[in-house]
């Protein structure tokens, strides 16, 4: 087979990268390791940003969302027993968040690939980029008992953190910057009326927690949990018992607990590749930076790689201009690295570390002190957490 366009990983970035593309005429092919079913029983992100949603409009796969996701124009930090609120739209004049869970997300963008006829190969095991410093690239995978061949132009990595694609540039080639952070999150969802129209991020002495939602019948909730720590340990009852704990009394009461549809437990961790690329191959979203969820900005961030990637392949195919794409490394990882930098900081700010001192603690204190004592400290918040411009 031959097309333009090959893409690794049918995860939200790799999807939209081809939707986006196919729309302007660019052929694509799309291999996902897994099965569809697969893909979407994955419980992930829950709050896009403007620029997010923008790009699923212009990608014409916008309309569900525009429907059924909630504009959310703040959202609250709780600490020391009350909650302090962080109004989004008044400290960024006008901008907001879109409730609306990843998993609609790609089953949106899956519909819309459906819709035009794109290639969407599913199951495609050992995917393999070749020849990705010369110009006529090629992708293998395996169905089967049969190999199959994929050449194109380029090839992009939207693998994921644990894909082939970074993996496949030599070690000498590119440098990774990590944080590993000592503790995970226990994710439970559950058909339950949120505690909260708002999403509640809350720091407490007993570790962070946070109160989220998909729809006013579905609510997610999290909380730190050590690393050591498995999803049996967690009953739940432990588990509501430990998140009422973390809340402030008013909330803790009104909280409505119910079976939990989903429970899961993700390490937090910093990571960033540079460069973004190696000779034809471009990598895009989780393949290339991880953040801790805490700022809500891995999926946002993919958006912006992709972003610039969708224009920088049109300029290529339609003007034969490649400034887009010899510019787009330095320019995805700009923004990249304001992603890395709001998670780092919510995620400190917020978490209890293990081994933190004394002197930190205080130094926690006085970031919440602060911020909600100036104005300027909440507008800068409030602005990278709507997300900066693409
Ligand atoms: P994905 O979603 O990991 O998709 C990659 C796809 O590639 C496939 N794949 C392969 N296919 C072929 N061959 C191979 N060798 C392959 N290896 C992997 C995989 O099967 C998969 O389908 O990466 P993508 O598309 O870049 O999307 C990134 C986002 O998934 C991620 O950044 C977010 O989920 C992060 N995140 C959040 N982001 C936000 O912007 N807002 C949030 O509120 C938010 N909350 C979260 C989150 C991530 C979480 N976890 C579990 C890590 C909450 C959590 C708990
Ligand atoms: C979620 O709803 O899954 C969610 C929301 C906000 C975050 C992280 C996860 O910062």
Redesign the pocket.
């Known amino acids: 087979m031959k097309t333009q366009v090959g893409i690794?990983?049918?995860?939200?970035?790799?999807l939209l990268l081809s939707q986006l593309l196919h729309l302007q005429g660019i052929e694509t092919v799309v291999?996902?390791?897994?099965s569809r079913e697969y893909?979407l029983g994955r419980i992930?992100?829950?709050?896009?940003e403007h620029g997010f949603a923008a790009l699923m409009r212009e990608a014409q796969v916008a309309e569900r969302m525009d429907r059924e996701g909630e504009i959310h124009d703040g959202f609250y930090i709780a600490h020391d027993g009350i909650k302090d609120r962080v109004d989004l739209k008044g400290l960024t004049g006008g901008n907001s968040v879109v409730v609306y869970g990843?998993t609609e997300v790609t089953r949106d963008l899956y519909d819309g690939r459906d819709k035009l006829g794109g290639i969407v190969i599913h199951n495609?095991e050992d995917?393999k980029p070749h020849d990705l410093e010369s110009a006529h690239p090629y992708l293998t995978y395996r169905q089967g008992d049969e190999v199959k061949r994929i050449d194109c132009d380029y090839v992009i990595g939207?693998?994921?953190?644990?894909?082939?694609s970074r993996k496949s540039i030599p070690k000498d080639k590119i440098r990774e910057f990590e944080r590993v952070y000592p503790f995970g999150?226990l994710?439970v969802l559950s058909r339950t009326k949120p505690v909260s129209p708002e999403l509640i991020y809350a720091k407490h002495e007993r570790g962070f927690a946070l109160c989220s939602l998909r729809s006013q019948v579905l609510s997610r909730y999290?909380i730190q949990v050590p690393l050591t720590d498995t999803v049996e340990q967690w009953t739940d009852e432990l588990f509501w018992a430990e998140l009422k704990r973390r809340l402030p009394a008013d909330v803790a009461s009104q909280l409505i607990t119910g079976a939990s549809i989903e429970k899961?437990i993700?390490p937090l961790r910093s990571f960033v590749v540079e460069p973004m690329r190696f000779g034809n191959l471009f990598l895009?979203?989780?393949?290339a930076h991880i953040v801790p969820?805490t700022g809500?900005?891995?999926?946002?961030?993919?958006a912006s790689d992709i972003y610039y990637l969708y224009h920088a392949l049109v300029d290529h195919y339609k003007k034969h201009d490649d400034s887009g794409l010899d510019g787009y490394s330095a320019k995805a990882l700009a923004r990249v690295w304001k992603g890395q930098r709001f998670s780092w900081w919510m995620t400190t700010t917020l978490h209890r570390f293990p081994e933190g001192s004394d002197f930190d603690g205080r130094l926690q204190d006085t970031e919440l002190a602060y911020l909600f004592s100036s104005p300027k400290a909440l507008a800068s918040l409030a602005e990278n957490y709507v997300g900066l411009p693409f």
């Open positions: 690794i990983g049918g995860g939200p970035s790799g291999l996902e390791q897994h893909v992930r992100a829950g709050v896009l990843q495609a995917v939207c693998d994921g953190f644990h894909g082939v999150w994710g999290y899961s993700a895009a979203g989780d393949a969820p809500a900005r891995g999926l946002n961030s993919a």
